[in-house]
């Protein structure tokens, strides 16, 4: 990740600008420019050689108007506080704009989870969660993975939080693997949640799936599952990149054995049959598809001006920076915001909380089939605002639309001040 580019600063901007646009009230951007709570904690942890590191570990509470806080758990040795704080902006827009009944929230950890054993991931994770377990709960604020942390990692916390608890609060937590409460279909939501995303951007845009070319910059769970579903819609995958490099074959790569191939070396550098390809070269080779699905502020005015692709989908958070979305939009580029492209993730989370609340869990044909219904109205939702408006790109449109659910939410509430209440009143007497 770029240090000099504070995703906190552009998320804060991207609110301002779309407020403005709105002719909201200025208490509308002081409320949702700053997290309602941020916790810091420290976590002693007793590592294998009888040593104890001592981690900071943070959870942003960004706005509960619409429902309870969500937001995954990163584990990452460049995470710090305002990369918190943005992420958790960013779950509040993306929960209003795929119309979950949740606020947002974001917790991480600053770890490399590369350099510990098991038991002392474990460790960590249980600690983290008895520190931050005060703010946590399933009316309150429900955690998932995220970078660096996995379905053993939620079952770990989840069981700790039920330990603290007392007794089983599954609902706690979501990302689960399916005997402690998971949902089918969660592993892959965030990909397939972005490829349908991708379906109907093709649609309006007149792009035959079938043979169209696709770059992925990022090869972990949401890029190459994305890769592979991409695949098998007929699409020919030309580069994918991770973090140690990435593979470039102009005639498509071959994603089930690319699985195979990083399943056991780690890695999709130097993938048989493939030509060496960097990160940067990935982002602008000539395609019809790009996905974004490794960090953030990845697409930059420095190389947006290159990108050559007609649809960037953002499987990653935060990857294109407010200049390279003007260039963008220049280029004519169709940008499916993070904010709608990966929402599938907490879309399932959703439904993964609800069969913890009701204990009754759906098929994973049913789940696949209520995500596809949600990305699907989702997307026009954003597209027909952005039709409609003519003065926003696609991410303007999607917040546009999320800051207007959480407004009437906070409205309603009464959290927008004594003007608003008044008017209501009069309301009611005139009724």
Known sequence: MSQEINSFEIVKGLIHTCVKKLN??????????????????TIPVQMDDGSVRVFTGYRAQH??????????IRFHQDVNLDEVKALSAWMTLKCAVINVPFGGGKGGVIVNYKELSSAE?????RAYIRAIAPVLGDEMDIPAPDVGTNGQVMSWMMDEFSRYRNYNEFGVITGKPVIVGGSLGRVEATSRGCVFAIREAAKVTGLKLQGATVAVQ????????????LHEDGCRILAVSD???????PKGLDIPALEEYKAQTGSVKGFPGSQDISNDDLLTINCDILVPAALENQITEKNAGRIKAKIVAEGANGPTTPEADR???EKKVLVLPDVLANAGGVTVSYFEWVQNLYGYYWTGEEVNQRLERKMVEAFHNVYDLYKKRKD????????????ERITEAMRVR?????QVYSEAKREIMLA
């Open 218 to 229: 990022g090869f972990g769970n949401v890029g190459s599952i994305a890769a592979r579903l």
């Open 243 to 249: 973090s140690s490099g990435g593979a470039y074959n």
């Open 392 to 403: 926003v790109d696609m991410r303007g449109a999607a917040y546009m639309l999320a800051i």
């Open 414 to 418: 009464g959290w927008l001040g004594s």
């Open 63 to 72: 706005n509960n108007a619409l429902g309870p806080y969500k937001g995954g």
């Open 327 to 329: 260039i963008l939009a």
């Open 121 to 125: 991931l474990e460790r960590l994770s």
């Open 24 to 41: 909201l009230s200025k208490s509308v951007y002081d409320i949702l420019s700053e997290p309602q709570r941020v916790v810091t904690v």
